[in-house]
């Protein structure tokens, strides 16, 4: 029993050092994400975006050149809506370049 728990403490000691570190970007992709969601909803104060919920979800290939984008997903809300948002970012080291975003509601029209 000792050896498994031991295991177990080992297992989610690695697990949690192989967590990838946070995009140089996250902050930006939060500001941003609430910027996006209270445009798209008149300015209204209720607009929020969870700073817990950004992550990498991969890149983008640019439009003009050979560069990639970086993407970064936000969730966010306004009153009982709930939104998802991807900001594009240029893959500039120390800078964050947003080059793109969309937002989704997160519901079924049918």
Known sequence: MRLLLSSLALLAS?????????????????????????????NDERAKVDPDSVKQIGTVKALVGNGRFD????????????????????????ECALMGQEIFERSNPY
């Open 71 to 94: 993407v970064l997903e936000v969730e966010g809300w306004i009153y009982k809506g709930d939104y998802r948002m991807r900001l594009i970012y240029a893959q500039m080291p120390g």
């Open 14 to 42: 690695v697990s949690a050092s192989l967590a990838a570190p946070a995009h140089h970007c996250a902050a930006d992709a939060v500001k941003q994400g609430e910027a996006l969601l209270k445009f798209h909803s008149g």
